[in-house]
């Protein structure tokens, strides 16, 4: 069915949809209100975001609660090897702000330096599965890399020489095509 097959009945509300959608409501032609209620908690983990329920008066417009019950969050962190904070610090900032009801898929991406914060990879692994309590971690997906994984490639060593020989740039300039390299290593490899 479609929401014009509605537009001619003489209905206020009409509540439909399966119990795990997400809360909406669409404006019908007779200024009814067709209206998705949302489910109070998540049940699977394609449920995301805050639970958000219909409540409604006759004669009002449908009004959106947000509920104060458990529902899974993804949150996405890249790392960038350039970054000075530790990769752990990046992951935590981007966990502190979470409600205590979010249940949180964590999916962490890029490269860190691992010599720089005297990690390995298995070592930030291990530091990563220490936060799932704290933070209400459900599961970590880990995609990244320690950069000296693209630190061993030849046309990284050799650009990095190329660009170490060179006697006309600042240090502060060679310092940022040193990241724009990086950078660019990072996303080829990526």
């Known amino acids: 069915m479609k929401l ?21 409501v669409f404006s019908m032609k007779n200024g009814g209100y067709f209206i998705y209620p949302g489910s109070p908690i998540s049940i699977t983990r394609k449920e995301l975001g805050p639970r ?8 009002q417009p449908p009004s959106e609660v947000i509920l104060a019950t458990p529902f899974y969050q993804e ?17 935590e900032a981007a966990l502190s ?9 964590l999916r962490v991406k890029g490269f860190f330096d691992g010599r720089r914060h005297n990690l390995t990879e298995q070592s930030f692994q291990e530091k990563l599965e220490q936060l799932t ?6 599961d ?11 630190a061993q490639e030849r046309l990284f060593q050799e650009v990095m020489d190329r660009l170490n020989q060179r006697s ?4 502060a300039e060679r310092t940022k095509m040193r990241e724009i390299v990086i950078r660019a290593m990072v ?3 990526a």
């Open 4 to 24: 014009v097959d509605f537009s001619e009945l003489a209905f206020d509300y009409i509540l439909a949809g399966h119990f795990h959608t997400r809360f909406e």
């Open 52 to 59: 958000r329920v219909n409540l409604f008066k006759i004669g």
């Open 75 to 91: 949150i996405e962190v890249f790392l960038d090897p350039t970054q000075k904070s530790s990769p752990l610090e990046v992951v």
């Open 97 to 105: 702000n979470l409600p205590q009801e979010a249940r949180v898929i």
């Open 133 to 138: 309590a704290k933070y209400n971690v459900e």
């Open 140 to 150: 970590i997906q880990p995609e990244y890399y320690d950069f000296q994984r693209v």
């Open 168 to 171: 006309d740039l600042e240090e």
């Open 187 to 189: 996303e080829a490899l």
